[in-house]
């Protein structure tokens, strides 16, 4: 039978925690990632998790902490949010270096300044070069899926990365919705047991990690770290499968919605997603060939995937929650290079900044062209 | 200069194993004074061995047998914390 609870997709990634039952969880309570530790720290606190939760100082100990945890041996996650993850940046990359199978939820919320709580992508894009997987749920059904898929992908001998489950600050944190939820065993079997191919603390077979690379070998182990991000592509789609035989749910790298003969589509990341496809249910009724490319994994990015999915389109606008001031928007920059040479004609949107809402008729707007470069922004129109 | 290694070949995150890696005598670094000991005067008490930064102070069992020049920089601590004087430094 199945069991459907009404949580906030910060309660059902804790509920995923709870079940996938990791070794430690070194955590900082950050807004709007706080339910998801909060309602964590509370099943543990009630024996329902086995958990040894670290209070840690801050998030730049709360990773370290995780590194030295995952690479002893321990299944380890953590959780956080905008200035968390900005102070965290610098042992992300330490993380993915030292190829730390690490499980992070990510409550996606605005960088500072001016100082925000609510959601956009600038704390996700400030790591976009980290080497961690990045996968963004639309809903809290996605967030738990993909937190109870999260340590197989990270676990893969071929991968050996931190995975961040990034969800939509309040918009999942924080609202409430049916999940589904498997049993606790099926979960238990699915990550099955926690290994790491060299644990720091085995003494009868030392390792030196995390050594100093100097010109002779920088560049070599930069190349190792983007080959395991890039086969990540492979092992993502590998547990969707197995996840889907588990569930009946296929959270891939990518969800095409009414793309098959679309000729107008929207590529976006997230909450938004939800958003989109219910234009896209009007369009439809309106006899209109709209459609909605989801990207699930921006890290690894799936070009051609992508590419492929919307060859038959013409045009398509990318819509990115977090700027690149003086520059191109990730996800629009991902877009351009996977479709240059196509005939696609590509629009780039940037919108929702620091939680400003996408209304259905904003995205009425993008469909019909006739949006401005930066939607729902108040103040002149930006020249085309 | 060894071969060096393709990226293909390199072990997952660069760990480094002891098994094949050149014995490194760090003590080549060491310039100007190595320790010498009066053997007649020592207590064994252990304290250079306590102190030696560099586990450069060579024990037979419990018992004080003197120093690993491959690895002494030549600081010097041993002669300062020996309470007997029986540690010198000399010059190389």
Redesign the interface.
């Known amino acids: 039978m199945k069991d459907v609870k009404l949580l906030t997709g910060g309660e059902a990634v804790a509920h995923a925690m709870r079940q996938v039952d990791p070794d430690v969880v070194p955590v900082y309570p950050i807004t709007p990632q706080t339910p998801i530790i909060q309602t964590f720290a509370k099943l543990v606190a009630d024996g329902k998790a086995s958990t040894e939760i670290v209070n840690v100082e801050s998030e730049h100990s709360a990773m370290s902490a995780a590194i030295g945890a995952a690479l002893a041996g321990g299944r380890t996650m953590t959780a956080t949010s905008s200035q968390g993850l900005a102070l965290m940046a610098e042992v992300v990359y330490i993380a993915a270096s030292m190829r730390a199978p690490i499980v992070m939820a990510l409550g996606n919320r605005a960088l500072s300044g001016p100082i925000n709580i609510h959601c956009d992508h600038s704390d996700s894009m400030l790591i976009r070069d980290s080497g961690v997987v990045q996968l963004f749920a639309e809903n809290a059904q996605e967030a738990y899926d993909l937190t109870v898929m999260a340590p197989r992908i990270a676990e893969d001998p071929r991968v050996l990365l931190p995975v961040l489950v990034c969800l939509d600050g309040f918009t999942i944190t924080h609202s409430a919705e049916p999940v589904s939820l498997l049993p606790d065993d099926e979960v238990s079997r699915f990550v099955g047991p926690y290994s790491t191919p060299s644990a720091v603390l085995d003494t009868e077979h030392p390792t030196t990690q995390g050594p100093f690379a100097m010109p002779d070998y920088y560049f070599e182990l930069r190349r190792q770290q983007a080959a395991a991000l890039e086969a990540a592509l492979d092992v993502l789609e590998e547990v969707a499968a197995e996840f889907e035989l588990l569930s009946g749910r296929r959270v891939g790298a990518l969800e095409a919605y009414r793309l098959g003969d679309a000729t107008h589509a929207i590529v976006a990341l997230g909450s938004t997603a939800g958003t989109v496809k219910d234009v896209v249910d009007e369009l439809r009724e309106e006899h209109e060939a709209a459609g909605l490319l989801k990207v699930v994994s921006f890290r690894p990015f799936p070009s051609a995937a992508i590419a492929a999915a919307l060859e038959g389109c013409a045009s398509v606008a990318v819509l990115d929650r977090a700027d690149s001031p003086g520059g191109t928007p990730a996800l629009h920059a991902e877009l351009a290079a996977a479709l240059y040479g196509s005939d696609v004609e590509l629009a780039g949107h940037v919108y929702g900044l620091g939680g400003r809402e996408l209304h259905p008729p904003d995205v009425r707007e993008i469909f019909s062209g006739a949006a401005a470069p930066y939607v729902g922004l108040r103040g002149e129109r930006c020249p085309a | 200069m060894a071969e ?5 070949s ?1 072990p ?7 098994i094949g890696a050149p014995r490194t005598n760090t003590g080549g670094w060491r310039t100007g004074e190595k320790p010498a000991v009066d053997v007649s005067l020592c207590v064994n008490c252990l304290l250079c061995w306590l102190y030696c930064p560099d586990s450069a102070v060579t024990l037979s069992g419990e018992t004080f047998t003197g120093f690993d020049l491959d690895y002494c920089k030549g600081c010097g601590i041993c002669a300062d914390v020996c309470p007997v004087a029986a540690i010198e430094m000399v010059p190389e």
């Open positions: 060096l290694s393709a990226w293909e390199l997952v995150a660069g760990v480094v194993r002891p």
